[in-house]
């Protein structure tokens, strides 16, 4: 097994294709904005636990999302129909973080989202690469998500709910407002029974840098998409 050290530079990471099984690339470096996207434009993303160094990944298979292939269950549906939630974008973006990180998850002990995490992706949201999508409900943050957007690719990080079907409808809501501004792809990175449900799927890691590449170059940007999921009411 070969695991890469990075050095300085923010652009430089080793091909996706050298990661091993688990998809364990690369080890080090920093959380910087340059290099956190030059990171995503490769199909790498950083995920690692506190008292770990950072460690890179570029799993394969990968879990997607593609256009046409969103799936809403009749039960969702209903719910969404009577619109229980306030579907805002980008008004809570480090409540989200600080949710996501809070979330229990199956199997896992602790977070990921370390403090050193929540800060480098904050900086990124404050230059507009990364987005949250929540879900309010009596004024309330009941539900939501985080990733980040690059040409029309959104790379999904993390969601959490506090209230029954409150990820799941700002999941939805995302999905269409992205798919129908141009969206492309969207990232899952690794399968959850969740995701499965709506639609996405396992690709080769070798299948998903070839969507990655043009998608992630081409525009326009998806910014207009958050922008127009607005502001509290």
């Known amino acids: 097994m070969t695991v890469f050290l990075l050095g300085q530079d923010p652009e430089a990471f080793p091909p996706p294709e050298r990661a091993d099984r688990s998809g364990l690339l690369a080890v080090g470096g920093d959380l910087s904005p340059e290099r956190l996207l030059a990171g995503y434009r490769r199909g790498i993303f950083p995920w690692y636990s506190e008292g770990q160094p950072i460690l890179w990944h570029s799993p394969d298979p990968r879990f997607v999302l593609l ?32 949710a996501c990180a809070e979330a229990p998850r199956p199997g896992q002990d602790g977070t990921w989202i370390t403090d050193a995490m929540h800060a480098a992706y904050l900086t990124l949201h404050r230059l507009g690469h990364a987005h949250s999508v929540e879900a309010w409900k009596d004024g309330e943050l009941v539900g939501g998500l985080y990733g980040v957007a690059l040409g029309r690719v959104f790379f999904g990080e993390s969601m959490f709910a506090r209230a029954p079907d409150a990820s799941k409808a700002a999941f939805v809501t995302a999905a269409r407002a992205l798919f129908a501004g141009g969206c492309l792809l969207i990232d899952c990175q690794v399968e959850t029974e969740h995701l499965a449900r709506f639609g996405a799927a396992d690709v080769t890691r070798r299948r998903f840098l070839h969507l990655l590449g043009p998608a992630v170059q081409s525009g326009p940007p998806l910014d207009p998409v958050f922008a127009s999921l607005g502001a509290p009411r």
């Open 67 to 98: 256009p046409g292939r969103l799936h809403v269950p009749r039960s969702l549906e209903k719910v969404l129909r009577r619109e229980p939630f306030e579907i805002r974008a980008d008004t809570a973006f480090s409540e989200v973080l600080s």
